[in-house]
């Protein structure tokens, strides 16, 4: 099934962005629109030169209360050609008991490979190292530091729509279960969105994803777990002479298939400022 799901979201992802091209007829993102603010789905921008963007994220799940909150900064280096950033997540397990623990930290690369913020079509592969700073023995990491690599594809297909989708896989060697046993780990993600240029400072915007991973059940065994959700949502821009942008967004991500009956809210802010004077 979790195949079947797969195959299926990557047609038509891949049919989505072949559509967008074939319209986008080599007009670029419309000047001014909020644009790297996707929620779950990671859009092909870097970061403009001497402008620097903080994330956090918050995801609460309906019924069992478990939540998770993330911190990303990520910083051009010194252009848009090249990009670092890291992620913090904070996450609470009720099956673990207790408060939020810190998970397993993220630091990424990503290169502009094809296009940018005022392109038709834009691509930026990145790559990142997972750090085992989550506490393994209670769920909250892996136990070993793991790799990801994800190729995100953004596409204006019209003045009034965008499209998002992103590929990607992870590796885990060595990680751990609660109980020590280790095994080789990997993971697969397939996304995309189509975001609503309804306004300059407004976006209504929706997702699906479908991810699946492993997880550690002996020495040397692993079992499967698939996730596919949709999720509707909408962003919002605050403009300052200075530069500063700041966007709040919300969504309501929904489970499907594999994941049917689970309900989340997804709360979104993220402030986005020059940290030095570009010469022109």
């Known amino acids: 099934m979790a195949g079947r799901a797969g195959s299926s979201l990557t047609r038509i992802l891949a049919a989505a962005a072949l559509a967008a091209a074939a319209l986008a007829r080599g007009q670029g993102y419309p000047e001014g629109q909020i644009q790297d603010n996707s929620f779950l789905v990671e859009e092909a921008y870097n970061q403009d030169p001497g402008v620097v963007q903080h994330i956090q994220t918050f995801e609460r799940e309906r019924g069992s209360g478990d939540w998770m909150y993330t911190f990303t900064q990520e910083w051009p280096v010194p252009g848009i050609t090249h990009q670092l950033s890291y992620s913090i997540p ?18 990424n690369y990503r290169y502009q490979l094809v296009g940018s913020g005022e392109a038709a079509i834009a691509c930026a592969p990145r ?42 896989a992870g590796w885990t060697p060595r990680a751990r279960n609660a109980r020590g046993e280790r095994a080789d780990t990997t993971s697969w993600t397939l996304a995309g969105s189509v ?4 306004g300059r400072n407004v976006n209504p915007l929706i997702e699906v994803a479908w991810t699946g991973a492993d997880e550690v059940t002996g020495p ?7 996730d596919a959700l949709v999720s ?13 942008q700041i966007v709040p967004g919300l969504a309501c991500p929904i489970g499907v298939g594999p994941s049917a009956g689970k309900r989340s809210v997804f709360l979104y802010l993220s402030f986005e400022h020059p940290f030095r004077k570009i010469e022109r």
């Open 90 to 107: 904070l996450q609470r397990i009720s099956d673990a008991g207790g408060a939020g623990k810190l998970g397993d930290v993220a630091l």
């Open 127 to 168: 790559a990142t190292l997972l750090l085992p700073t989550g506490d393994w023995r209670r769920g909250y990491g892996s136990g070993a530091p793991g790799f990801q690599a994800l190729v995100p594809l953004s596409v204006v297909a019209s003045p009034r729509f965008v499209v998002h989708a992103d590929a990607g």
């Open 195 to 198: 975001v609503w240029l309804a």
């Open 220 to 226: 040397g065994r692993r079992t499967r777990h698939d």
């Open 232 to 244: 509707p949502g909408i962003r919002f821009a605050i403009n300052f002479a200075s530069g500063l």
